[in-house]
């Protein structure tokens, strides 16, 4: 067979470095990044994340993005006017937690309204419904 096309990263696949590299662990489960964890660790106690969904949550990107950089600039501010890193540091954090939070819920009230009014629209010209997809109710 051919050699696999070259990458930015290297030329070696990834699954077969973690096997070498990493033997005494299972691997990952899902797709996610890394080795699993050695039974009784840490991983035990964690969540399952679905990096999957993570990635199709409307407008999640763009309100984290903006979250980021006003938690920055607020941060950065602060330290700019008082010098005291604590301070600092509280107002980038609590910046951060409200604005992505409250710009997620904004994105997504718009996002709902309008694939609610794309529904409505196709019920009227009579297109049914997939019968998977079910609207969210109010």
């Keep these: 067979p051919p050699p696999p096309a070259s990458r930015p990263g290297g030329d070696f696949d990834d699954d077969e470095e973690e096997e070498e590299a990493f033997p005494d ?5 899902g797709g996610g990044g890394g080795g699993g964890q050695k039974p009784g660790g840490i991983g035990a106690y964690l969540p399952k994340i679905d990096a ?10 763009s309100s984290l993005m903006t979250g980021i950089a006003v938690g920055f600039l607020a941060g ?14 509280d107002w980038a954090v609590w910046s ?6 409250l710009t997620w819920l904004f994105c997504f009230k718009r996002y709902d309204d309008q694939r609610r009014a794309i529904i409505e629209t196709l019920e ?11 609207p969210t109710e109010a």
């Design 25 to 29: 662990l299972p691997p990952a489960e």
């Design 52 to 61: 999957e969904a993570l990635r199709k949550t409307p407008c999640l990107r």
């Design 76 to 89: 950065a501010h602060k330290y700019r006017v008082y010098g005291q890193v604590m301070l600092a540091c």
């Design 96 to 101: 951060f937690a409200g604005t992505s939070s």
């Design 124 to 134: 009227k010209a009579g297109v049914k419904q997939h019968p998977g997809s079910k």
